[in-house]
């Protein structure tokens, strides 16, 4: 009996002592994903869709003018341009690029090449006056573009980036400017002539944009960028017209939105 007692005062004590030597036994420590560090060279791709704005100026030199100057055709407007065009398409490509990271501050250099797919015909139909019926049309492209930027970011969280960025943009932008008389353009007719201006632009953009860590070597992003193509010229002759020629100029502005992912070098 007494063996009996003993047995269960010692069980009654160990299960009243267990939760204090549970309490005195060391934490087992937290686990902390490792921080991500944004230093290095990385690359990737984008995607998104840009949205142009491509005013052009039609101007007759004064031999040309001359024809145009006949009462009726300056009172009826005969010869108008096209409203400034407005184009939109996707966009599209790579980028690569270098980060220094120092504290919560990310400073970097970044070159994409991207394709793009705007296009946009314009056309303008004069009024009627004793020389026919004039009409002017404007077709502009964007066939590629490219920019050299400068990044500088600050880092809320250590995963997330949110940046400025400026610098150098590039692309090939074509106009083609056709002037004709409705009723032909044979022998007397006026206002009948054709040319283009192609080749690469080069102008400057501004932009800004936030990058997610999502893993050790992998980012993604949104970003947006203003790139300005600065504006080309060209001069057409009217075979018509002994002298006569027009000179046509387009200045050429877009937006583009796009998303992307960033493989950074050496992170695993």
Known sequence: MRETI???LGATALSLAGPAFAADMPAKAPVYAPSYNWTGFYFGANAGYGFGHAPTSVVPNATEAGFLADPLCVSSNCA?????SHLNGFVGG???????????????LETDLSFAGLRKSDTATGNFYIGGILATTVDTKLDWFGTLRGRLGFLPTNSLLLYGTGGVAYGAVKTTVTTLNVAGCGFLSIYCSTGSADGTSVGWTIGAGAE??????????????HIDLGSRSFTATDPNVPGGA????TSFKMDTVRIGMNYKLGAL
């Not at 690569?96 to 990310?106: K, L, P």
């Not at 997610?212 to 949104?222: C, G, H, I, M």
């Open 212 to 225: 997610y860590a999502v893993a050790p070597a992998w980012t993604v992003k949104a970003e947006y960028l």
């Open 94 to 108: 790579g980028q690569m690029g270098y980060n220094f990271q120092s504290g919560n501050i990310v400073a970097g």
């Open 80 to 84: 108008p341009a096209p409203a400034a």
């Open 6 to 8: 003993a047995i269960l």
């Open 246 to 249: 027009i000179t046509s100029t």
